[in-house]
């Protein structure tokens, strides 16, 4: 289990690592830490969205769905993606207890996947969607 914000980091990033999510644009995946369980206000404030932008939680599962599902017309590198997305997905798994997907904004979405390392630690990635 990762002692530290650095550690986690060290230990998240093979993960992240040249690997982009899927929308109307390719984003990558960028770790992220804190000190205590972020609030969607705090989301808000740190992605400089308003406060009443739109805030939805999403099942973890849910989230990660279309990425770690193979498909019969994916090809060699679309194949390999959805291998790292479960290999990503079985270290959100084991490293984090209560993770949570945040969805902030609308079109141009903020996505934070966080969960609890330990006790004064919280950590998970960020990335943007393009949904028009």
């Known amino acids: 289990m990762p002692t530290s914000a650095e550690d986690f980091t060290q230990q998240l990033q093979p993960y992240l690592q040249d690997l982009l999510w899927m929308s109307e644009s390719d984003e990558p995946l960028t770790a992220a830490t804190w000190d205590k369980a972020p609030t969607p206000a705090e989301l808000l404030q740190t992605y400089s969205l308003t406060e009443n932008a739109k ?4 099942p973890l599962e849910a989230f990660f769905a279309n990425a770690t599902t193979p498909q019969d017309w994916h ?6 993606d959805v291998k790292r997305f479960q290999q ?3 270290f959100i ?3 984090l207890q209560n993770p949570q ?12 996947v966080c ?8 950590g998970g990635f960020t990335t943007q969607l393009i949904e028009t």
């Open 88 to 90: 990503l997905l079985d």
């Open 101 to 112: 997907v945040w969805r902030l904004g609308e079109v141009n979405v903020v996505v934070v």
């Open 75 to 80: 090809d060699e590198i679309a194949q390999n």
């Open 115 to 122: 969960g609890q390392v330990h006790e004064s630690l919280w």
């Open 55 to 58: 805030v939805e939680e999403v």
């Open 93 to 95: 798994h084991q490293t």
